[in-house]
Structures are given as structure tokens and as C-alpha cells.
């Protein structure tokens, strides 16, 4: 395999929207997603109002990577062998002797090999990999508290409760009936939450197309909130962009499902036809569907056996391991942590913070100085490097984490946004991941400060 990779030798450029084509202000989004899941389990499941009281300060524990150990309340950050290099229960620190307590004297977390190779959902645990999750990791830490306050005992009931917050808010009619207080939010303000693509993103997408590239959109947002955020953030001539959208995708489902399993559906004013499509025939909008039956369809706009496709996507779970594994496809993974490690922003992300600046100065949050959830935590380090200490702290092993080893294994390259390539030539040659080559060499513009402290203290 060649040590890089050109968008110019891909046939076909697929994209997932939310937090890949479209960035979202993280601060405002990650506020009104906590509070949509905690105001449910105060009106509806009867959780103390204390829920719904943050400072800015606890906003450091919002941390992607993350996995909830839903048997005991725990939340863990794993290194790339799978034991732990930090802990809390709910959301306080658990020192090195109580990870060894829980964990025994190798750190063994025990469903890793579960999560590790099939990133299957599981009722005993739940990894927080992307911005829609995460202030749930934070509320999960916070109901924990709250039960060890009431004298209650800790265990995965409280998880059920917090699956009907997400259900409430997220499912594929809320956003039609007005249903849960995320989607009336952004319906009601979406510049607050959506950050609009620039002229060189817009731009970019029409020179893919005039270079006879097929281009995809694969979302697993419904249709009625996906016109939304493209009419926002890229006109309301959003679909002329595309040759095949795909919503309400059900993400890894759509790539690791066989066609009966889950076929394509035609929408009728954003509903769902109830009869499957026997196959995929042609280009346009459609609902759920597989991988098996897209890739049919390429091979006939292509006109080639087997088109070579690249995927940009932000999650691990839906986008990267199953576009990867199951799809053979190219992937590039959005890494906004990577900004909050010494690489630059895009202009157009200097420009949209601008624009909103005299918003976000309004709330209390950001004058107290709210951490963003893609920024390195204070609590829980860095997202792609961290330090395995011994008891008494004599020692100390850098360790790439298990989500830094994942982009490495599952991910073409990285960068924290489209923004980041969208000005270069589509001939333009990035450096890949590769095993034969330094962990450092698929970060485009460079890599995070952390990998590159630790590559210099293995030189």
C-alpha cells in the first residue's frame, strides 16, 4: 500500500453530516443536550433539580473516549491494551490503589475484548464517542453522585432511565412533533448551534463533482433534520451537491446488515415508505439501506468493478471501524481534540467564533470560562496520550489511549476539519497511517502536541 492518500484517486467521496460537514458550536450544542436528557429525568423519572444546576468549571469532566462501566457507576478511560488509565465513580477521581482494588494489579478492564473487536453496544457498559453522546458520560457521572447522596445502591437501573432521555429527545419523531427540548431548540435558532461550511468547503464539493467524482451523504439523522442543517450550512440548493443522501442510516447497521436486514426505503414528505426496495437502481434521497446494496448502485455510476471510496466521519462506532472493516472503504476521521493540541484552526472556524463571540459573551458560561468538550481536560488529560503510574507514582509508561490506537488502525488520516483540506487540490498527497510507519504520520495539517512529546521521548 502507498504511503498516501489523494481524494483525486477516489471515485466516489462520502460524508457523514453531523460533526463532519457540519461543525457544530460545541459549547452551546453540548449545554442544551445535557440539559435536554437531565430535564427528563427530573420531569419524568422524578432525579433531583440539583441535576440541572452546573457550573462552568464541572463542564472539564465532558470528555470523548470515554466508557461508562454501567455494573458499579464507574467511568474509565482506557489505553490502547485495554486497561485503565484513569477511573472515576460518578464523577470523582478514583486514586491509583482504588483502580487496582477495582481493576486488580494489571488494570485489566473486563469486557475490553468485546468492545476492542466489534464495537457492539452492550447492556453491561457504553463507549461515549462522539459530541451527541458526550453530555451524557457527564450526566451518567452526576445521577452516580446523586444516588450515593440518597444512600441508594449503584447499579445499571439507572441506565434504563437514561436510554429514555436519549429516546425522548433523539427519535425519529421528535423533530416533527416538536417532541423533548433538543430539536424546538435548534428549530427555533439553528445559527446558535450550526456553524455554516465556508465558501471553500461549497466550493470544494462543486470541484469533486466537475471532476466526475460521485458524491454521497450517509447520515443517520433523520430526513426533516437533515434539510435543516444542509439548508443552514450549505444554501437551500443543498441536494444538487450530492448524487446519493442517505438519512436515518442506523449506523453501524448500515454497513455490518445484510440487504433484508435493512433495506432502502423511498421518503414521501420525510416518511418512510413501509415497503423495502428489493435493490437500489438509481441516484436520490433515501431512508436506512446497507452497504451491499449502495455499493451495487457505485459500481454502475462508476462504471467499475470495484470503486475505490473514501468516508469522512467523526465516530469511531458508526463511521470509521465499519466503513473500514465491513465496506473496504478509504476513511478520514474529524478530530476536532486535535485543536485543542497545538494545531491550528481553519480560518473559517476563527471566523464563525467571531461571529457568534457576541452571543456566547451574554451567558455566564463563557465569561466563567466554560471548557469546550474537544479541548484536553484537566481530569481526564489528554485524548490521545496518557501516563499509566505505579502505586506511590515512582513510575511512569506513556501509552497511546485505546481511541489514539483505534483512528491509527481504523482511519486513512485525520484532521479536525473539512475546513482544515478544503482550499488544496484534490491531487493533494496526505500521508497515511500505516503499521510500518511513526503513529504521528496521518494527521493533517500535524499531529496533536501529546503523540508528538511522545514520540520524542521514545527517540
Known sequence: MSEYFSLSECDVIGFDLDHTLCRYHLKETSRLIYESFARYLVEHKGYDKDLLNLTPATWDF???????????GNLVKLAEDG???????????LSTEEIIKHYGPKREWKHFNSLNTSFTRSAKYYFYDNYFDLPGAFLCGRVVDMLHKRGNEVNSDFWKDMLAAIEHN??????RDDAGTYFPSVKRDPGRYLQPCSDSVKTWLHSMKTAGKVLLLITSSHSDYCRLICEHILGKDFEELFDVIITNALKPGFFSLVPQQRPFRTLVSDMEDSEGLPSLDRPGWYSQGNWLHLHELLKTMTGKPEPKVVYFGDSMRSDMFPASSFGKWE???????MEGEGVPKSNAAMSNEAQVEPLEKKGKFEEQGM??????????????????RSVGGEEEVHKLTWCSHCIHKYSTMAIPSVEHIADLPL???????????????????RPPDSLLKRCESLS
Not at 471548557?371 to 499509566?388: I, M, N
Not at 497515511?432 to 510507519?437: M, Q, T, Y
Open 62 to 72: 465532558c470528555f470523548k473516549g470515554l466508557v461508562v462501566d454501567l455494573e458499579d
Open 83 to 93: 486497561t485503565v488509565f484513569r477511573a472515576t465513580h460518578g464523577t470523582n477521581d
Open 170 to 175: 433523539y427519535n425519529t419523531s421528535a423533530f
Open 331 to 337: 476513511t478520514v476521521m474529524i478530530v476536532e481534540e
Open 371 to 388: 471548557k469546550a468538550p474537544s479541548a484536553v481536560s484537566r481530569q481526564w488529560g489528554s485524548y490521545f496520550v496518557d501516563v499509566h
Open 427 to 445: 491531487d493533494y498527497k496526505f500521508s497515511r497511517f500505516s503499521p510500518d510507519l511513526p503513529c504521528t504520520s496521518g494527521y493533517y495539517p
